[in-house]
C-alpha cells in the first residue's frame, strides 16, 4: 500500500534541467518540469547527508537504492498558486495549464529566461572562439499584474506503507 503526498517547492534560485545542445546550437534549453528522477536524486542527497555525519559515495548509492524502493516521484510542473502548467495538446495546438491554458510563447514569456556568457581570451580582452552560450532555465521569479511573484513547482510523492531508510521509519 502506497501514502500519496502533494509537494509544492518555492524556487530558491533559478533552475536549469537540461538537454544536451542542439547540434551546432549555442543554446542549452531547459525542461519546463522537473523530472521524477531528479527529485530522487536531490532527497537522495538530502537524505544521505541527515543520516550520515560524513557520507562515502557508496552511502549515497545504498540510500538512493532504499529511497527507490520506498519512494516514488511524479514529474513536478511550474505552479502560480493558481494554475499547475503542465503540458497538453489541445485543438489550437500546445497550451501550457490545467484551468488557464496559455501558449508556448506566453508560457516562455512568464517563466522561462535565459542567460549568455562567453570566454574571454585574456591575451586579447576579445571572446574566445566557440565559446559563446546560452542557458535556458525556469525563473524563480514571475511577474503578474505589476507584481514580482515567486515561481513554485508541484507533484506528488508516493511512499511506501512501512518504508524504512537507514534501517529507520519514515514518518
Do not use: C
Not at 537522495?44 to 545504498?62: C, V
Not at 490545467?98 to 581570451?121: L, V
Request: no cysteine.
Amino acid at each position: 500500500m502506497w501514502k500519496e503526498i502533494n509537494v509544492v517547492f518555492k524556487l530558491k534560485s533559478p533552475l536549469h534541467i537540461g538537454y544536451l545542445p542542439f547540434r551546432g546550437s549555442v543554446v542549452s534549453p531547459t525542461r519546463y518540469y522537473v523530472p521524477g528522477r531528479n527529485l530522487w536524486g536531490a532527497v537522495t542527497k538530502r537524505t544521505t547527508e541527515n543520516l550520515l555525519e560524513n557520507p562515502a559515495a557508496n552511502d549515497y548509492k545504498n540510500i538512493g537504492k532504499e529511497i527507490m524502493e520506498n519512494f516514488m516521484f511524479s514529474y513536478f510542473y511550474i505552479y502560480d498558486e493558481k494554475t499547475i502548467y503542465f503540458p497538453q495538446y489541445t485543438n489550437e495546438g500546445l497550451k501550457y495549464g490545467y484551468n488557464k491554458k496559455i501558449t508556448r510563447s506566453e508560457f516562455e514569456h512568464k517563466f522561462i529566461g535565459s542567460q549568455i556568457s562567453t570566454a574571454i581570451d585574456l591575451d586579447s580582452l576579445t571572446a574566445k572562439d566557440e565559446s559563446l552560450h546560452e542557458i535556458e532555465f525556469i525563473s524563480n521569479k514571475f511577474q503578474e499584474s505589476g507584481n514580482l511573484k515567486d515561481v513554485k513547482i508541484t507533484g506528488w510523492i508516493w511512499i511506501k506503507e512501512d518504508a524504512k531508510i537507514n534501517n529507520r521509519e519514515v514518518d
